[in-house]
């Protein structure tokens, strides 16, 4: 079995369980950290496993780009070419295609699009991603779905919605003509803001034969109640007996509130570009290491915190770091950012577990300040 349910809390829909893949087992709820070009940035295969990261995604619309899906396939397929031992989500590359504007065409087969590399034309169709993704072995492939931009009006969301679901039969498709019975695929709900088209897709998506149910189109700039109030209500309309996915978001309250939906799986940059640019999460809120307040601050960036960066240096010293422009700064605030939403998200499932997760979650809200300090 791919994926089971362990547990559900008594007081809310968060679960935890199990997925299997090629590469192992995966306990969720699962923060998968972004290796878009087929590198977490700042950070190694390495560092990883010492945060306890069993899965990362990477950017199927990346690699085809750059270095190329021949390449790694001559070099043994994603896993290797990138020495990662865990398993691998490979999204579809659709959000990235869908946001280049100008420069891409949406047909009914597929898109059109420009290199953002050389300016040359690409066409990816449902099937030639599905083919891509097994080429290159990825674990868990996402299928083409059209992502569109936020606050669309009913026509414009309803064919977006339609041929996202077209496109989903066809990826189903082209995976049976594949044989590829290793690969798992997951269908993607859309349907922008418009309650009733999220409820259809939602019960399209799963009366197919999908492995998995992938939420898109949320988290796009909107209020974030207003980012719960349609996860809930689609919620409602998907087969809950496969694991459920939340693509794209990464801030820590925004993931314990959709754990207490019933979401499974998550992936986000925000962790890792944050520290690019000196910010850090704490149990309190996120902080701005350039804030001056840091200067001569000798304790580390969180008291308590059993990182590599916490256990090691002090929030004055990655300040300086940061002030300084110094590639160690991304390296360490990485590392500590990483093992803030790995361990939040650990911390979750033991709370599931334990049949305590709404007083978990609770007590952790009313620390947590949004916005930064």
């Known amino acids: 079995m791919f994926f089971n349910t362990e547990?559900?809390?008594?007081?809310?829909?968060?679960?935890?369980?199990?997925?299997?893949?090629?590469?192992?087992?995966?306990?969720?709820?699962?923060?998968?950290?972004?290796?878009?070009?087929?590198?977490?940035k700042a950070v190694t295969p390495e560092d990883l496993y010492r945060l306890g990261c069993s899965m990362v995604l990477g950017n199927l619309y990346h690699i085809y780009l750059q270095p190329g899906i021949r390449l790694i396939q001559e070099a043994g397929g994603l896993h290797s070419f990138m020495n990662w031992k865990g398993s691998i989500l490979t999204d579809s590359g659709g959000f990235q295609v869908f946001s280049l504007g100008s420069i891409r065409e949406v047909k009914e087969t597929g898109v059109e699009f420009r290199s953002i590399i050389d300016g040359s034309r690409h066409f990816f169709t449902p099937e030639n991603v599905i083919g891509m993704q097994s080429d290159i072995g990825t674990d868990i492939a996402m299928v083409l779905d059209e992502c569109i931009p936020y606050n669309q009006d009913y026509g414009y969301t309803k064919a977006a919605a339609l041929r996202t679901n077209k496109w989903a039969r066809s990826s189903l498709m082209e995976r049976e003509r594949l044989g590829d019975t290793r690969m798992q695929v997951f269908g993607i709900v859309q349907g922008g803001f418009i309650k009733e088209i999220r409820s259809y897709c939602a019960a399209q998506i799963s009366d197919m034969d999908f492995d998995g149910i992938a939420f898109g189109g949320l988290s796009v700039g909107e209020d974030r109640g207003l980012t719960m109030e349609i996860l809930a209500h689609t919620m409602e309309h998907v087969d809950r007996k496969r694991p459920l996915y939340f693509m794209g978001l990464g801030d820590p309250a925004g993931i314990l509130e959709a754990i207490s939906l019933g979401i499974d799986m998550f992936d986000c940059v925000m962790p890792t570009r944050i520290s690019r640019n000196g910010s850090a999460f704490t149990s309190r809120g996120r902080i701005n290491l350039k804030n001056s307040r840091y200067s001569a601050d000798l304790g580390p960036l969180e008291e308590g915190c059993c990182c590599y960066t916490c256990k090691n240096y002090s929030a004055a010293y990655v300040r300086h770091l940061v002030k300084s422009r110094e590639i160690m700064a991304s390296m360490l605030l990485t590392i500590h950012n990483l093992h803030f939403i790995l361990d939040l998200v650990r911390k979750a499932r033991a709370a599931i577990g334990g049949g305590r997760y709404k007083s978990f979650m609770e007590n952790f809200l009313d620390n947590y300040i949004t916005g930064e300090k």
């Open 7 to 40: 547990k559900i809390d008594k007081n809310t829909k968060a679960r935890c369980g199990i997925l299997r893949t090629a590469h192992g087992e995966v306990n969720t709820p699962v923060f998968m950290p972004v290796g878009t070009r087929a590198a977490v």
